[in-house]
T-cell receptor, first 109, second 115 residues
Framework: AQRVTQPEKLLSVFKGAPVELKCNYS??????LFWYVQYSRQRLQLLLR??SRESIKGFTADLNKGETSFHLKKPFAQEEDSAMYYC???????????FGAGTRLFVKA | DTEVTQTPKHLVMGMTNKKSLKCEQH?????MYWYKQKAKKPPELMFV???????INESVPSRFSPECPNSSLLNLHLHALQPEDSALYLC??????????????FGPGTRLTVL
């Protein structure tokens, strides 16, 4: 069965500190992994998808199939990064996207 | 136009009312989705339309009835709802990249309150 686990409900860091939001998944086939972000009073939007292998707003995420993980990282957190982050999984050719429970990131000044 | 729009923004209805939520996109996306999101919870998939045909119904009660009149529009008809159906209802659309999962574009949601 498809499952996405985000172990941290809340992550609080100081501005300028590194941040890592954890995501582990369970899927028998070849998954597509995403990070979506929801800033205060804004709609849910894509941050990263693993096949793009790009850095967005300083964030990167690497798919580790051996550890079934897709952790989101940023070397220096900014206050504007404070938001709710959802890791999501979509099966190859599938219509369904499964969301993790989400991690609220709070970056303190 | 690169956004998904939803109307109304807020809706309050009684348990005997009939109402509809509307969603629209003009990005040429061929898949459209309805999600339900409770406070502090992730979105839960309700329905998926692909090329205007219902492809997934996640065992949603029949008091929710989706409709896809054309490739740009998606409706969710509501009837005889329960107070526990109060939530944020999100619409999303995607390209349907053949053979791969694809990015979803979300609307701002309709905040539904059932009295």
């Amino acid at each position: 069965a498809q499952r996405v686990t985000q172990p941290e409900k809340l992550l609080s860091v100081f501005k300028g500190a590194p941040v890592e939001l954890k995501c582990n998944y369970s899927y028998s086939g070849s998954p597509e992994l995403f990070w979506y972000v929801q800033y205060s009073r804004q709609r849910l939007q894509l941050l990263l998808r693993h096949i793009s292998r790009e850095s967005i707003k300083g964030f990167t995420a690497d798919l580790n199939k051996g550890e079934t993980s897709f952790h989101l990282k940023k070397p220096f957190a900014q206050e504007e990064d404070s938001a709710m982050y959802y890791c999501a999984l979509s099966g190859a050719g599938g219509f369904k996207t499964i969301f993790g429970a989400g991690t609220r990131l709070f970056v303190k000044a | 136009d690169t956004e998904v729009t939803q109307t109304p923004k807020h809706l309050v209805m009684g348990m005997t009312n009939k109402k509809s939520l509307k969603c629209e996109q003009h990005m040429g996306h061929r898949a459209m989705y309805w999600y339900k999101q409770k406070a502090k919870k992730p979105p839960e998939l309700m329905f998926v339309y692909s090329y205007e045909k219902l492809s997934i119904n996640e065992s949603v009660p029949s008091r929710f009835s989706p409709e896809c009149p054309n490739s740009s529009l998606l409706n969710l008809h509501l009837h005889a709802l329960q107070p526990e159906d109060s939530a944020l209802y999100l619409c999303a659309s995607s390209h349907r990249d053949r053979g791969r999962g694809d990015t979803q574009y979300f609307g701002p949601g309709t905040r539904l309150t059932v009295l």
